[in-house]
């Protein structure tokens, strides 16, 4: 993947004037002190439990608990299940509950109503939606998707192309548009691709290479899971013909929440999944033999939605509607752009993530050898982080609930790490399941 220079251009302008920090001594914790007194967002962070000590950089991976997410939950255990059990079906708008939440999650993707849904997973999403555009475009074979790219998106691709006789999926070695040009033949039914790249944090142009895929006639398929809450999205005015995301990330739906997938109304009349459950069906309550796709975004459902989990989400996405997604950006763009100067200068470490911000998302990817003990070694001081094989660490930021002054915390504290050597010991370098 190609980083560019640093990009100078007038809108890039940095938070501490026009010049990079330069050295940790250059950026004094007072002064990010200071930059959190006048910060819109700050009074988000008493929406979430958080530990009273250290910093969490991990929201890019799992979301942290938002305060009413407890009550919530408790209430659809304790009243809508536990006193009312089936009749909350009706009076509690069980049933209604995953085009609610999808209702609620398309302000924060740019989509006009009725063409998201809650349901499954991120996984399972894109299969129905990959399997839909095949359908879509007979006739033609080709799925393409990046070669780097989270590696489920991948994983379904193959699963899809291997059930429709003659299909393929093919694996780009860059998202550039040079590269997509000569892959764009006649036979490309869809292409997938990741909005925000879960290793370098790399943004793509959604709007450019969404044009670029329907003028070759293909279907453009968006995976959110890392944009979404970190940044305005816009896939109404992308032109985008799908989009999957998860929930668990960014938008602090949980571990595991549902997610969601968004299906443009002009498809929606003609789109079929193939896992075509009752929940999909014009009736399912009648029960009958022969499966009839319901209107609109509700044949992308298949099975009852997980209750508790989306009484989660509901929670999560109440925060969610009081925040200025543009506020949240402009905090994104400032609290990376003070990470990277701050870290930038520190002995064997190589900034991965794109300088420029129309090329980045909400995270940092550092670059060093030996970046899983380093970021075991600061997982114990507190600051936490997280790996990606073979050498980057990562680190994601996220406006609600981070501070200016702790991500000075986390840059002085890698510093140390780095400074002592401490990582070179034993205990840090034993690898867990999760990384
Ligand atoms: C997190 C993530 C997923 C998660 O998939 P699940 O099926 O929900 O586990 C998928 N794609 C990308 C790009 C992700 O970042």
Redesign the pocket.
């Known amino acids: 993947m190609s980083i560019g220079p640093d990009d100078t251009r007038p809108d890039d302008a940095r938070p501490f004037g026009s010049r990079p920090l330069g050295s940790r001594p250059g950026i004094t914790r007072a002064q990010c002190e200071a930059l959190d007194a006048a910060d819109p967002l700050a009074g988000f962070r008493a929406d979430f439990t958080l530990p009273e000590k250290g910093v969490y950089l991990d929201g890019n991976?799992l979301g942290a608990l938002p305060v009413r997410t407890a009550e919530r939950v408790r209430e659809v255990v304790e009243e809508e299940w536990g006193r009312e059990l089936i009749r909350s079906w009706n009076d509690a708008g069980w049933f209604e509950q995953p085009y609610r939440l999808g209702g609620r999650i398309a302000p924060l993707v740019g989509a006009a109503a009725g063409q998201v849904v809650v349901c499954d997973?991120?996984?399972?999403n894109?299969f129905k939606v990959l399997a839909a555009a095949l359908r879509l475009r007979p006739g033609r074979q080709t799925v393409l998707g990046d070669g780097a790219?989270?590696p489920?998106?991948l994983y379904i691709a193959e699963g899809v192309t291997s059930l429709v006789g003659g299909a393929r999926s093919v694996l780009l070695p860059s998202t550039g548009a040079e590269e997509l040009e000569r892959h764009l033949d006649g036979d490309v039914a869809a292409v997938v691709l990741?909005h925000v790249d879960?290793r370098t944090g790399e943004l793509l142009d959604m709007a450019a290479i969404t044009a670029q895929v329907r003028a070759a006639g293909a279907l453009m398929i968006w995976?959110v899971?890392?944009s979404v809450g970190a940044l305005p999205v816009e896939l109404d005015a992308c032109g985008a013909d799908f989009a999957?995301g998860?929930t668990?990330?960014y938008l602090n739906g949980g571990p595991?929440s549902p997610?969601f997938l968004y299906v443009a109304e002009r498809h929606q009349g003609a789109a079929e999944q193939p896992l075509s459950g009752w929940f999909g069906h014009a009736r399912p309550f009648a029960f009958e033999p022969a499966y009839a796709p319901t209107d609109g975004i509700g044949r992308f459902l298949t099975s009852s939605p997980s209750l508790l989990g989306q009484a989660a989400l509901g929670a999560a996405l109440d925060v969610w509607e009081r925040a200025d997604l543009r506020a949240v950006r402009a905090k994104s763009l400032a609290l990376t752009d003070l990470f990277i100067a701050l870290v930038e200068p520190l002995d064997g470490i190589e900034v991965v993530t794109p300088r420029e911000h129309h090329r980045r998302g909400s995270q940092v990817a550092l670059r060093h050898r030996d970046g899983y003990p380093v970021v075991q070694a600061l997982i114990e001081r507190g600051v936490i982080g997280d790996f990606r094989a073979p050498d980057l660490m990562r680190f994601g930021f996220t406006p609600l609930y981070v501070s200016y002054a702790q991500v000075w915390d986390a840059a002085q504290q890698l510093a140390e790490v780095l400074e002592s050597g401490e990582w070179h010991e034993e205990r840090f370098n034993r690898r867990g399941a999760v990384t």
């Open positions: 991976s997973t991120t996984s399972v894109l790219a989270f489920t998106d990741s879960y995976d899971c890392h999957v998860c668990y990330k595991g997610a």
